[in-house]
């Protein structure tokens, strides 16, 4: 285990694909104290690429999300290393043999993290950025009784059909690799896992992002510098962790379970928790239409587009433009207490396009 996080041993855990995990465990951080209720509880999973220690940017530059007066509890997601993963697992479900495992999955399994490790009684919010916003909208079908509001920005309710199309390209361009071997791989499949970043980093930003070169905000020149960028940050990872969530990130679905049985529109009209749903408008995976069809079948849903060029990137934790941190701080204030609306400062809008 370490330093900087703590681990709840799950045991054996029964999984919607009907495999059980034997041993599996959830990696997490809490960040304040719980109090004699046990429900001034903020929970926040995390993103496809993302640990606890990126969750640490939201809390830095949030205001709302104060340790002081917040118990939050950050949730790292099955397969990204941390949690049970193919890179931590024993044989027989190590590597390639990791079992899929769904959003639902994971969210049963941080309520018992919550209930039974913590002594959690109910959740203020739930919140996060992309697959942890998808992790949002799971809370609200899954324990409607127990979530009082979400906030999922840049993400979506169920996975769409042409995210589901993003995700089997970047997924062929790691596989075609000659090194992956099936994932029975011996050293790392760097020339996939480069290939995997290369091709991602033209779904992560919107086409305008690339026309204003507003990639020399981050440092880079040329968009051929951030792809390098984008390269070498995914020979970090395990190739057999990023399929694997992938795969849960396919499968999206908040009626894909017992509770709904594939009806969508009924797990929307289950989520009673208030929201605030915000897409970012050019965002590649997670389009404003999808949330805008989301918000009309929940009760008390309310959708807060966020113009800016940036696309699904326009969120990241690490971004050094405070704007959307700014707008989305204010939408946790009201979600905790209950204010006015936040209207989008000058900022909040998208850059105008140069000649």
Request: with cysteine; charged share 25%; hydrophobic share 40%.
């Amino acid at each position: 285990m370490a330093a900087d996080h703590a681990v709840f041993e799950l045991g054996e855990t029964s999984l919607q694909c009907g495999v059980s995990l034997p041993a599996a465990r959830l990696a997490y951080r809490t960040y304040g104290t719980l109090d004699a209720s046990g429900d001034n509880v903020i929970v926040m999973p995390t993103f496809y690429t993302g640990t606890h220690a990126r969750n640490e940017g939201y809390l830095r530059r949030m205001p709302a999300l104060d340790p002081s007066r917040w118990f939050i509890v950050s949730i790292n997601l099955f397969g990204n290393g941390l949690s049970s993963s193919p890179s931590n697992t024993a044989p027989p479900f190590d590597g390639p043999r990791f079992p899929p495992v769904t959003l639902f999955d994971n969210v049963a399994a941080q309520h018992r993290l919550l209930t039974e490790g913590l002594g959690v009684e109910r959740v203020a919010l739930v919140l996060g950025w992309s697959m942890a916003g998808c992790q949002a909208y799971q809370w609200g079908a899954q324990y409607p009784d127990l979530v009082d509001a979400i906030l999922p920005f840049c993400a979506s309710a169920r996975t769409s059909p042409h995210n589901q199309v993003f995700l089997e390209g970047v997924k062929a361009a790691l596989v075609a690799d000659a090194a992956f071997a099936g994932g029975d791989y011996d050293t790392p499949p760097e020339t996939g896992l480069r290939a995997f970043g290369r091709v991602y980093a033209g779904w992560a930003y919107s086409q305008t992002f690339y026309r204003e070169r507003l990639h020399r905000e981050l440092g880079f020149e040329t968009w051929e510098e951030l792809l390098l960028d984008w390269e070498r940050d995914h020979l970090e990872w395990d190739a057999n962790d990023l399929l694997a969530k992938l795969r849960t990130w396919q499968q999206g679905d908040i009626s894909a379970n017992e509770r709904y049985r594939g009806d969508f529109v009924r797990a929307l009209g289950g989520i009673r928790a208030r929201a605030i749903l915000v897409p970012c408008t050019t965002d590649l995976y997670f389009p404003p239409e999808d949330n805008a069809v989301e918000a009309r079948h929940m009760p008390n849903a309310e959708l807060r587009p966020y113009a800016s060029a940036w696309g699904h990137c326009a969120a990241t934790p690490s971004r050094e433009d405070g704007d959307f941190m700014r707008f989305l701080d204010r939408c946790v204030s009201e979600l905790l207490e209950g204010r006015e609306r936040p209207e989008p400062s000058a900022g909040d809008r998208v850059r105008p396009m140069r000649p």
